[in-house]
Nanobody, 123 residues
Framework: VQLQASGGGLVQAGSSLGLSCATS????????MAWFRQAPGKEREFVVA????????DSADSVKGRFTISRDNAKNMMYLQMNSLQPEDTAVYYC?????????????????WGQGTQVTVSS
């Protein structure tokens, strides 16, 4: 199983940015997919996750209304659209996957991880 996150970059506050996570080696439709992030000097934290195919999702309060997660099972891809970015969103963003039907916010529940992509938001 491989997950490859991409799309990070340097943007100004208030801007938008889209991340992608390409997967291989798994039947994506049977996995909960999630994004986590880790800022310098901080622990990795849950951002948002999406269920199999019914559109169900869960997100951290800090990104509600600004970040949107989506998936394309046929293309083995997951996406994160980030709007109204703020400096506090600066972090390395990781995509993660877990088999099953329940969404969890704990990183310990996720079995597979991508390598991370850096997002930097300047003020």
């Amino acid at each position: 199983v491989q997950l490859q996150a991409s799309g990070g970059g340097l943007v100004q506050a208030g801007s938008s940015l889209g991340l992608s996570c390409a997967t291989s080696g798994l039947t994506l439709s049977r996995y909960i997919m999630a994004w986590f992030r880790q800022a310098p000097g901080k622990e990795r934290e849950f951002v948002v996750a999406i269920g199999w195919s019914d559109g169900g999702s869960d997100s951290a309060d800090s990104v509600k209304g600004r970040f949107t997660i989506s998936r394309d099972n046929a293309k083995n891809m997951m996406y994160l659209q980030m709007n109204s970015l703020q400096p506090e969103d600066t972090a390395v963003y990781y995509c993660a996957a877990r088999p099953g039907i329940k969404i969890y916010q704990s990183m310990d529940r996720y079995d597979f991880w991508g390598q991370g992509t850096q997002v930097t938001v300047s003020s």
